[in-house]
């Protein structure tokens, strides 16, 4: 034995201490280190470059409601219809997602208040298998619809997708005019319909119900579009300009109405309601 090893095995090493989750997070758009529960605490929200990070739906309905909101049940739906197996089965894919998420699909809804007016908020999570649109969605999405109906308040529905799921084929497709039909319900009650895009709103989503809202905003720097740049560059053979797809160039070109940090979402809102909602008492 050499004095190397006598010398280390008279060392005593503590065990290696783990946490349930990392203390640091690095912000994605300018690269620096964050302390993890400043981050949190700031929304998600670099305090740096002010980059707008995607949080979970529990967080996203914490942010918008007043306390005490009631979560609506996830409305039961068939699942794998179609049996449908790539390089794994639909059906694992739906368990692993739920092993990671607290709710059993990818939209969920809040029914209670905002700043004290009455609201239903429905959240789209991209951490649920990329926010995708599939029967569950769908019905979900109506489900918080009727809800408003019956309370007889606005509707309130923030979007986060890759587009409609692959794995449930048209049946997936069919949300898009099912939803469509619901905003047209609340259009003719008279009631708010409103959408908050954040990062990222693509594919089947933004084909429907999330650009069809009375008001139309979105988070700073969010991607929001149906087709992929790389796709739409290679179709018209030409550059795309900078910043093209994110919420400051739609916004610019008229395609959403404001642009809003997360900190002032919720009195955004509010401002909003007391301005759509007085036709609605008018008309009763």
Known sequence: MN?????????GFA??????KDLWVK?????????????????????????????SADARLALLLDAGFDVLEQPKVKEDPLKFKDSQKYTDRLKAARAKNPHADAFSVG???????????????????GGSMGMAVGNAFCAGAERALARNCGYIVVTAAGGARMQEGILSLMQMPKATVMTRRL???GLPYIVILTDPTTGGVTASYAML????????????????????????????????????????????????????????????????EPAQSDAA
């Open 3 to 11: 004095w190397f090893t006598r010398v280390r095995n008279t060392i």
């Open 15 to 20: 065990e290696k201490r783990s946490t349930e």
């Open 27 to 55: 912000c994605k758009n300018c690269q620096e280190m964050l302390f993890a529960q400043e981050y949190e605490e700031n929304l998600s929200v670099c305090p740096r470059c002010e980059h707008h990070g995607r949080i």
């Open 111 to 129: 029914s209670g208040a905002i700043d004290g007016r009455d609201a239903v908020v429905g959240v789209q999570d991209f951490g649920f298998m």
């Open 187 to 189: 259009k003719e009650a």
């Open 213 to 276: 809202g009375d008001i139309q905003i979105a988070e700073p720097g969010a991607l929001i579009g149906f087709a992929g740049q790389r796709v739409i560059q290679d179709t018209i053979r030409e550059k795309l300009p900078e910043g093209f797809q994110r919420a400051e160039y739609l916004h610019k070109h008229g395609m959403v109405d404001m642009v809003v940090k997360r900190h002032d979402l919720k009195r955004t809102l509010a401002n909003l309601l007391d301005y759509l």
